[in-house]
């Protein structure tokens, strides 16, 4: 007698991660596990974009602790970074060279800068501020406060708003002010004068300056427990607002302006955004791994944004072992993805009128700094390409009654892969990942001449023409693959492998059938 199969498809998963302890209530577009891959608005997820170190050549540096961008409108863009007490700067492909002339930097400090009429301010907390003005030229600045020229002061923070220099959490005649800012004369970065300053809930809890990030009509000033805003556009009008006395952010974690707001990591907590008027709480999907541990904090976790993306790199500790790995949120559809890049400080590097990228400097793969989401689908962190390892978990499948047991049939599996090879996936019954059984697939990178970009079109007798229908390179056809029945479960739920080529998948659906049996 012939059974009458019902059928449950996944065709979204655009939820992305969600960490909660009760899987058994996870969206059928999140995933309790994945590694390595992006969701897609539409629905599917794919494999990630690759990383490619800086210089091409993969030398290593010594331990890279500060990223920062400096342009001029002559057309120079440089990356300028500091590893142990060395200062060095590359365009983003060429090699990195040693910016010699200002002091050396203590080793382990962390270096931020900003450009101002086209030259590159830096601080980095406990030693002399300095400048770079072109190539590998670099000049201290002094420290006197008293309206003369050519000084800067000693500082961990700096930012530019409003045409003036700001900086945060002082050393003055050394001794530290870790709740005073200080503002330079009006477009004059190097000219100071010794009132022109705030100190900001002095001795409140420990509170301490974090963080500078200019947002529109105001400046905010990041504390460890707390936020404020300073309005105004001169020394006579800049007024200080605190804005909350709840959540702050980490010390040197670089809390980052966006369209949307400012995102900001608090304490163990995870991430907030300020959109100017109320502070968000956006982490609650991950959370539990902070609880839980797998979420440490041996050093600052680093934000960055990018082609409209967070990006979050955190310390993560699994079977054992702490590595860096990068997060990714994509604010339009509420998802977080978890990857395998351990960057430690990232910058976006978006020079005036030329190609923006995201750079992270390496803390497993020490010394090498990176661009990310590159057009590749393998990584390249010195000279050979390494295979990015991906996988996706779905949630629960249980055809709307998660008590009755059912008889499953042959899942299908919608994907798209650009090279031939073999996909080993894992089965889990009954809300239990202790019951997994491995099996494998196999697919077939194939192309078209029916898709964009080998499709041809010419006239009715087939003689006339040799347009192509353009499009991007690799066009591949997407298939329908049947899996191995899954026998008899209350519940089932697939986690995919990536397949064991060095090139791009995607996974768009994925239909379960199933007969239910009677309840009794």
Same mark, same amino acid.
């Given at each position: 007698?012939?059974?009458?199969y019902s059928l449950?498809?996944?065709?979204? $998963?655009?939820g992305?991660l969600n960490y909660?302890t009760?899987?058994?209530n ?10 390595n891959v992006?969701v ?10 690759g ?7 993969g030398t290593?540096?010594?331990?890279? *602790?500060?990223l920062?961008s400096f342009?001029? !409108?002559g057309g ?7 590893h142990?007490?060395?200062?060095a ?6 090699a ?6 200002q002091?050396?930097r203590?080793s382990g400090?962390?270096?931020y800068?900003v450009t101002m009429?086209n030259?590159?301010?830096? @601080? ?9 003005s072109?190539?590998n030229s670099g000049t201290?600045l002094?420290t ?7 000084? $800067?002061?000693?500082s961990q923070?700096?930012?530019f708003?409003?045409? =003036?220099m700001?900086?945060? #959490?002082?050393?003055?005649?050394s001794? &530290? &002010?870790?709740s005073?800012?200080?503002w330079? =004369? ?13 100190d ?6 420990g509170d301490?300056?974090?963080? +500078? ?6 400046l905010?000033i990041f504390?460890?427990?707390?936020v404020?805003a300073? $309005?105004? =556009?001169?020394t006579e ?5 605190? +804005?909350?006395?709840?959540v ?8 980052v302006s966006?369209? +949307?707001?400012?995102?900001?990591w608090?304490?163990q907590a995870?991430?907030?955004?300020y959109d100017g008027?109320?502070?968000n709480?956006?982490f609650d999907?991950? #959370? ?5 541990g797998?979420?440490? $904090? ?5 934000l960055?944004?990018?082609r409209?993306?967070?990006y979050v790199?955190?310390?993560?500790t699994e !079977?054992?072992?702490t ?5 990714v &949120?994509d604010?339009?559809?509420g998802?977080w993805? +978890?990857?395998?890049i351990d ?5 976006? =590097?978006?020079?005036?009128g ?7 400097a390496?803390? !497993?793969?020490?010394?090498?700094v990176? *661009?990310?989401?590159?057009?590749r689908y393998t990584?390249l ?9 991906s &996988? ?6 249980s055809? *709307?009654?998660?008590?009755v047991q059912k008889?499953?049939? *042959?899942p ?9 090879g ?8 009954d809300?239990? #990942?202790?019951?997994s059984?491995?099996?494998?697939f ?10 964009f970009?080998?499709?041809?079109w ?8 040799d347009?192509?229908?353009?499009a991007?390179?690799?066009q591949?056809?997407t298939?329908v693959?049947k899996l191995?029945?899954m026998?008899s479960a ?5 986690k995919i492998?990536g397949?064991?080529h ?6 768009n659906a994925?239909m379960f059938?199933y @007969?239910?049996r009677?309840?009794r």
């Open positions: 007698m012939a059974r009458n449950q498809a996944l065709t979204s $998963f655009a992305g909660r009760d899987q058994f996870l969206a059928q577009n999140e995933s309790p596990d994945l590694l992006d897609d608005p539409r629905g599917g997820i794919r494999l990630r974009r990383i490619e170190v800086i210089d091409g050549a290593a540096l010594g331990a890279v *602790k500060g920062g342009f001029t !409108d120079l863009s440089e990356i300028i970074c500091n142990g007490t060395v200062v700067f590359s365009t983003g492909s060429s990195w060279t040693p910016i010699s002339g002091t050396a203590t400090s962390r270096m800068g009429n030259v590159f301010y830096a @601080v980095s907390g406990d030693i002399t501020s300095f400048k770079v072109s190539g201290d002094g006197n406060l008293n309206g003369t020229a050519g000084n $800067f002061p000693i923070y700096v930012a708003w409003n045409n =003036h700001w900086t945060g #959490k002082t050393r003055e005649s001794i &530290y &002010y870790n005073r800012i200080r330079s =004369h009006l477009n004059d970065p190097e000219t100071w004068t010794q009132t022109s300053y705030a900001i809930d002095i001795g409140e809890r301490e300056i974090t963080g +500078l990030v200019p947002m529109s009509d105001r905010l504390k460890s427990n707390s404020h300073m $309005f105004g =556009h001169d009008t800049f007024q200080m607002v605190p +804005l909350t006395r709840d702050g952010s980490v010390a040197l974690s670089s809390p966006t369209p +949307l707001g400012v995102f900001f608090h304490d995870g991430v907030y955004l008027t109320n502070f709480y956006i999907k991950l #959370k539990p791994a902070i609880d839980d797998r979420i440490r $904090f041996n050093t600052p976790p680093q960055a944004w990018f409209n993306r967070l790199s955190i310390d993560w !079977d054992g072992l590595k860096r790995r990068t997060l &949120y604010p339009s559809l998802a993805t +978890l990857t395998n960057a430690e400080p990232l910058l976006a =590097h978006v020079p005036p030329g190609e923006p990228f995201l750079i992270g390496c803390k !497993d793969n020490s010394g090498r990176i *661009k990310l989401e590159q057009n990584d962190y010195a000279q050979t390409p390494a295979k990015i390892v &996988y996706f978990t779905t949630p629960w499948v055809g *709307k009654n998660p008590i008889r499953w049939g *042959k299908r599996l919608v994907m798209d892969t650009s090279a031939t073999s996909v080993d996936y894992e089965v889990y019954n809300y239990d #990942k202790a019951t059984v491995t099996k494998t196999q697919v077939t990178g194939r192309g078209s001449t029916s898709v970009g080998a499709a041809t010419r006239s009715n007798s087939g003689d006339v023409g347009g192509t229908w353009s991007s390179a690799g591949s056809i298939d693959i191995t029945t026998g209350k519940s089932v739920a697939i492998n397949p064991d060095l090139s791009a998948y995607e996974v994925m059938t @007969v239910p009677r309840l």
